[in-house]
């Protein structure tokens, strides 16, 4: 039997369900039960019913179906899968902001610790940022750990927007610059990408988001300004367009800790438990649901 044949044997036997993100290699994506942005995991994990979570992603985001799933094991195919944008904020940089600004809300980014999420007013994904920092009565609002993000915002709300800290960013995303990329093709751009990027795209979408552009768009060629293997996952869903990546570099090492065999041992073996603090885990679950009830 193949690895993948063992997976979905294993499935079976411990009635489990995998979820994989966007930008997971295309052998895992195709054992997944379900593929998405960080919104759509985050809902669906929400849904499931099952035993297991077998969570292809990197760490905030088996964290946060750990804190949605209190009554289920979650697993993570590998411990240093593992998202560089979240070590940019740390519980006490919050703390001394909010000390800072008095009465400004704290918007975090799911790409964050769930030390940090506990902390927060409400969570956002780049599905839904500017929605959820519009449905909040606060005038001012501290935004982290991704400063790209937190721009892409400031420029469609009349509110007032701190990037918390500073200069948080994916170093993925970061080299998407203008000069990088080629420009042969309608260009699909994430809001994690620097400013100069974004001013350049022809959408700015999450993951997901592109997705549903490219179902409503008649273009035949597409250039992807995110990790490279959302490539791989428009291909899938669109044969018989033509996707290339903005710049081939622009891998996610995080994401790519997680291969088939991986997945299968993980299975076999139960392992890794993702596990979070109760007392963190109860705090940060009520902002994650505050954001779930307003997308
Ligand atoms: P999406 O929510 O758009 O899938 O993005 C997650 C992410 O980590 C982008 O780098
Ligand atoms: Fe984190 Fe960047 Fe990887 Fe997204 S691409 S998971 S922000 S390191």
Redesign the pocket.
Known sequence: MNLAEEIKKLKKEMNAVILAHN?QRGEVQRIADFTGDSLQLARKATEIDADYIVFAG?DFMAETAAVLNPDKTVLIPSQVAS????IFLTPEMIEEARKKYPGAAVVLYV?STAACKAMADITCTSANAVRVVESLNEDTVLFGP?SNLAQYVAKRTAKKIIPLPPNGH????TNLMPENVRHDGVLLVHP?CPMEMQNEADVIASTGGMIRYVAKSDAKRFVVAT?RDMVERLKMEFPEREFVPAWPDAI?L??KQITLRKVYESMKEKKYVVKVNDEIASKAKKAIERMLEVS
């Open positions: 930008y990197v998202c560089e944008m979240a790409n991704d994916c170093y993925v995303h994690e990790e996610c995080g994401m």
